[in-house]
T-cell receptor, first 109, second 112 residues
C-alpha cells in the first residue's frame, strides 16, 4: 500500500463547478500536510498548507481528518485556469516528505 | 530573484555515460533536495542537504551522488547512467525542514 494515495482522475468538470479531491495517508504519526499544484511540464508549487482546524483561501478549502487519515481539497466556482495536477504532500517528521502521485483536473468551458 | 534554477533543461545520455545536474538557489535557503518524478508516481526524494558541506540519502539514492560545496549550489551526479534513470529531476530548496519547498523548473533526462 502506498503511503499517500490519491485518485488519479482525471476529473473533468465544467466552469463554475465545485470539485473535491481526497488524499489518504497511512502513517498515523504524520505531522504536516500540504496541497501543491503542478501544471503540465512545470514544477510543483505550493497551493496551501492544511491545518487541523481546516483552512480556506478564496475558492479553495482544505480539511484534515486525523481520525480517518485523510485530507481533502475543495475547489469552488472552478475556472479554466484551475486545470492542473494537484499533489497531496505529507510530512512525517525530519525529512520524510511523501508526495502523492497527483489528481488531474480539467476544467472545460 | 531567480529562485531555484536548474541546468541543463534537457539531456539525452547513452547507457554508461556520466553527467552532473546543477541546481542553484538565490534565496539563502539552508535545505536543498533532489527529487525524481516518474509517470504515475509521486516525487521521490533522492538526496537532500541540510546545509553547506552536508548531504544525506533520501528514498531512492542508489546510482546517484551529490555534493553541496557552496550553500547556493546542490549538484546531482550520475556516474554510470542506466535506462531506469530516465525521469524528470526536480531540485527544491527551503528555509527550514518544515517550510514550503520551492522547486526548480526540472531537468528531463533520457537514458538510451
Amino acid at each position: 500500500r502506498k503511503e499517500v494515495e490519491q485518485d488519479p482522475g482525471p476529473f473533468n468538470v465544467p466552469e463554475g463547478a465545485t470539485v473535491a479531491f481526497n488524499c489518504t495517508y497511512s502513517n498515523s504519526a504524520s505531522q504536516s500536510f500540504f496541497w501543491y499544484r503542478q501544471d503540465c511540464r512545470k514544477e510543483p508549487k505550493l497551493l496551501m498548507s492544511v491545518y487541523s482546524s481546516g483552512n480556506e483561501d478564496g475558492r479553495f478549502t482544505a480539511q484534515l481528518n486525523r481520525a480517518s487519515q485523510y485530507i481533502s481539497l475543495l475547489i469552488r466556482d472552478s475556472k479554466l485556469s484551475d486545470s492542473a495536477t494537484y499533489l497531496c504532500v505529507v510530512k512525517s517528521g525530519g525529512f520524510k516528505t511523501i508526495f502523492g502521485a497527483g489528481t488531474r483536473l480539467f476544467v472545460k468551458a | 530573484n531567480a529562485g531555484v534554477t536548474q541546468t541543463p533543461k534537457f539531456r539525452v545520455l547513452k547507457t554508461g555515460q556520466s553527467m552532473t545536474l546543477l541546481c542553484a538557489q538565490d534565496m539563502n535557503h539552508e535545505y536543498m533536495y533532489w527529487y525524481r518524478q516518474d509517470p504515475g508516481m509521486g516525487l521521490r526524494l533522492i538526496h537532500y542537504s541540510v546545509g553547506e558541506g552536508t548531504t544525506a540519502k533520501g528514498e531512492v539514492p542508489d546510482g546517484y551522488n551529490v555534493s553541496r560545496l557552496k550553500k547556493q549550489n546542490f549538484l546531482l551526479g550520475l556516474e554510470s547512467a542506466a535506462p531506469s534513470q530516465t525521469s524528470v529531476y526536480f531540485c527544491a530548496s527551503s528555509l527550514t525542514g518544515e517550510d514550503e519547498q520551492f522547486f526548480g523548473p526540472g531537468t528531463r533526462l533520457t537514458v538510451l
